[in-house]
Structures are given as structure tokens and as C-alpha cells.
């Protein structure tokens, strides 16, 4: 795997950091009756030796809705970006930035449209609330409508990608130029895992496509859903606004699968096994011709 080492000024002049923020009530409470009683019951020697939480809303599907689509949202955010720093910023292409607001805004609009309706019902659901928890119902514990409103957030934030440049500090220059050092090595391994990313998500695809694509030896066909094969086009056309590093030999990659997909239909992968066997080995001459850093 050939990954670019470009300085990191070239890669913030073509991208930024962006942060997906999703805030959700999860509609727990830390029962501490019932964490006292789980203690002396068990003879513990500490008030810290167990740690007991409720949930306010038992089998609320509104509430489960909206954290399952809070799930779906990251895994969204996480396909259109690539990794940055660890504290959750990831890298956005500039040229990839309309289709990004694009997506997110429509998940946006999905995710309050859930919330509405979780608010809508809220105070018929504490009501229901009091029948499933029986004597752990406190009513004191339910926060009124309008306060759990606030508890929701979905928004996008952005922020330009900082380069050595930026240090405009105060202080010796040799201290300067040993933290100006620091963070352009720590910002070209970053550079560098972004575009790992990339190379483990192409070859992740490729790697099914071989696998899915094999007749065995009595002839029988390994199953395999469209999206096996619209997905590793949409992958390839992501990949063409995510490579901001520019990396050659990522493209040419790429591009290779692109060009072996174009046309091909996946039904016509079940039925013709000549075509079937001929897309394979044009899949596994990718994955044979490119260093994929597999043990780095």
C-alpha cells in the first residue's frame, strides 16, 4: 500500500474537520434505593460495590427509535468522512462538503420528525410508565415536556484544518520549532491513517466481491445481494471526493474496480458463469497487484 506523505498544508487547503453532535434523553435514572438495598443484600463490604439505573420508560418504542436512528446517523457521518483525531473530529473533502450537508440534513429532518412524535405521546407514556415500573414509578423523576425537548440535539459542525502554520506562540524559537515539528509529524501519520482507511474499506469491498463471486467445484454459486455489487460502485465513486491526500496509486485502485463494475448486472452474475468467473479474476488481479499494508 503506497500511502502519501503530502505535506499536510495541501490536505487542509482540500478538506476540514467535522463533528457530527447527537444529543438523546435516555430516559434513565440512577436508582440509589434500590442500588442500597442490592448492597446490604449481598453482604457487600462497599456502597460502591454495585451500580443500579432504571429506565423511566420500559419498552418505549419511540424512545428505541430514536436511539437506534442515532446509530444509523453516525454510521452515515463515519462512510462520508474519514478518520482525523481521537477526540471524534473526522476529515470532510471540501468538494465533498454539498453532498455531505446534503445527506445529513435529510437525517437531520428524520431524527427531530422521531423526537416529535416521542413528545407528542410523552405524557401518555409516563402514564403508561407508572403501570410497568410499579413501585419503582417516582413521578418526581420525569422532567417536564419542554425540558426533555432541550435533551435533543442533531447538528454538524465545522472547522478548518489547522496547519504548522497557525502557531503564532510567544516563546523561544527553539521550543517553537520543536512544537511546530511535533505537529507536522503528528498531523502526516494522521494523513497517513485517513488514507488507510480508504485502502481497508477498498479492499474490504474487493475481498467480498472475490469471495461471493466463487463457483465451487460441484458447481454450486455462492449467494450474493445487489448491493454487493451497487455498493462497491457507490464505494468507488466516495472514494474519488475522500482520497484528499491524493494518494496514485489509491486511485488507480479505484479506478480498476470502477472501470471491472461498470455495466455488470448483478443478475447476470447469477446466471452466466462465464461472466461470473470472468468479473472474479479480474477482482483478484486487483487485490493481487496493490500493496494493501495487510501487516502493518
Not at 407508572?130 to 442533531?154: I, S
Not at 447476470?268 to 470472468?278: I, Q, S, T, V
Request: proline share 3%; hydrophobic share 40%; net charge negative.
Amino acid at each position: 500500500m503506497n500511502i502519501t506523505t503530502n505535506p499536510i498544508a495541501g490536505v487542509a487547503r482540500s478538506a476540514m474537520l467535522v463533528d457530527l453532535n447527537i444529543k438523546v434523553y435516555s430516559g434513565r435514572k440512577k436508582d440509589k434505593y434500590t442500588q442500597e438495598r442490592v448492597v446490604i443484600d449481598s453482604h457487600a463490604g462497599s456502597s460502591r460495590a454495585s451500580s443500579v439505573y432504571k429506565n423511566l420508560f420500559a419498552d418505549c418504542a419511540e424512545l428505541d427509535a430514536i436511539s437506534k436512528f442515532q446509530a444509523k446517523a453516525r454510521a452515515e457521518h463515519y462512510r462520508l468522512t474519514i478518520p482525523w483525531s481521537d477526540n471524534g473530529s473526522r476529515l470532510l473533502p471540501t468538494k465533498a462538503m454539498r453532498e455531505y450537508k446534503k445527506v445529513m440534513n435529510v437525517y437531520e429532518n428524520d431524527f427531530y420528525k422521531l423526537v416529535t412524535l416521542y413528545l407528542d405521546k410523552y405524557d401518555t407514556l409516563v402514564a403508561k410508565a407508572a403501570f410497568q415500573l410499579g413501585t419503582l414509578f417516582d413521578r418526581d423523576e420525569y422532567p417536564q415536556r419542554d425540558v426533555v425537548a432541550h435533551k435533543f440535539a442533531f447538528f454538524s459542525s465545522f472547522m478548518p484544518l489547522p496547519t504548522s502554520g497557525d502557531f503564532r506562540l510567544d516563546i523561544e524559537s527553539e521550543v517553537q520549532r520543536e512544537l511546530i515539528e511535533q505537529y507536522e509529524q503528528a498531523a502526516a501519520a494522521r494523513v497517513n491513517d485517513a488514507t488507510k482507511d480508504l485502502w481497508d474499506r477498498l479492499h474490504a469491498s474487493l475481498t467480498r466481491l472475490s469471495d461471493r463471486l466463487v463457483v465451487e467445484e460441484d458447481g454450486k454459486k455462492r449467494k450474493f445481494h445487489d448491493t454487493m455489487v451497487t455498493g462497491a460502485l457507490e464505494l468507488c465513486e466516495l472514494l474519488s471526493t475522500l482520497n484528499v491526500a491524493e494518494d496514485p496509486a489509491l486511485e488507480k485502485a479505484r479506478r480498476q474496480l470502477e472501470d471491472t463494475l461498470q455495466g455488470v448486472e448483478p443478475d447476470e452474475l447469477r446466471k452466466h458463469e462465464g461472466h461470473r468467473m470472468e468479473i472474479k479474476q479480474k477482482v483478484d488481479s486487483i487485490l493481487e497487484a496493490f500493496d494493501w499494508g495487510l501487516n502493518d
